[in-house]
Structures are given as C-alpha cells and as structure tokens.
C-alpha cells in the first residue's frame, strides 16, 4: 500500500513546496478557507482535498454553506482533484452536529455528482463495505462514484 501525505498546513507556499516535493505519493490536503482552496485547486493536481464540509462557515436562511461551489468543482474535474469525505465524524459529534454535516456532505455530493468530480472516502476502515456503500447511495452518490469511493479508502492518521 502506498504511503499517504497528510499536508495540514494554512501557508500557500509550504503546501506547494511539499507537493511538488512528493509527487510520487499519495497527497491528501485538508481544506481551509475558500482562498486558499482555490489557489491550491489552480496550481496542483491529482492530490485529494477533504473537510470542506468542516469548515466553520454559517450557513444562510435558504442555503447550506458546505465549502464547496461550482467553481472549485470545475477547477476539481479540469485538475483531476478528488473530493474526500472524512467518515470519522459519524461517532465524534451529536446528533445536530452530525445532521448538519450530512445535509452538507450531500450538498457536495450533488455538486461533484453535476460536474463529474470523482469522491474518496477517508476513515472509513471501521464500517462494513456493505453499510458504507448503502450510505453513500443514500447520499445521493450514483453507483460508479460510490464504486470509486469504496475503491480509493484513505486511512489517515491524525
């Protein structure tokens, strides 16, 4: 199995600096505000980008502010740039935390669903593959993105 690159950092330019200096690896970054997210979506490929939906943006009266939108999903499909769902969040949260997650993850989903954004699961090691893939087609994932979800797992270690 390949080792995975975990990059956890705000700084631009120390992000850059250590994909170019990894290219041969597996490169997962966590997401931080929408700048940032799209400067680094501009600039690099192939790498897996998740916790869009963790971000701690309010969300409006009649809208879901999940940290994606139909301009990083372009930049995601042109780049060849996966969307990751971090599944850890199933036990850590209440139940209203875990609520307003989902209803944001299925908001990503049907974005990257419209614009043909390949999705990885990460942290989900634990759950039956089964269970997994019954919950991503309740998240409004077709079959062959669920297929490509359960077929790219990550395992990070934080």
């Not at 790498?47 to 502010?65: A, C, M, P, V, Y």
């Not at 954004?117 to 634990?126: D, F, H, L, P, Y």
């Not at 893939?133 to 979800?149: D, H, Q, W």
Request: some cysteine.
């Amino acid at each position: 199995m390949d080792k995975i690159l975990l990059i956890d950092s705000s700084n631009i330019m120390e992000v850059r600096k250590n994909i170019s200096k990894n290219q041969g690896r597996k490169i997962v970054l966590d997401a931080k505000d929408e700048e940032f997210n799209r400067k680094i979506m501009e600039t690099t490929k192939k790498i897996t980008i998740f916790g869009f939906e963790l971000q701690d943006s309010k969300d409006k009266l009649r809208e879901r502010n999940s940290g994606l939108n139909q301009v990083l999903c372009k930049l995601a499909k042109e780049n060849e740039i996966s969307i990751g769902i971090d599944l850890s969040f199933l036990s850590e949260y209440d139940d209203k935390s875990t609520s307003l997650l989902i209803s944001r993850i299925k908001q990503n989903v049907s974005l990257c669903r419209k614009y043909k954004v390949n999705m990885a699961t990460i942290n989900a090691n634990k759950l039956n593959l089964y269970d997994l893939k019954a919950f991503l087609l309740t998240l409004g994932m077709t079959t062959i993105m669920v297929k490509y979800a359960t077929d790219n797992i990550l395992i990070l270690n934080r």
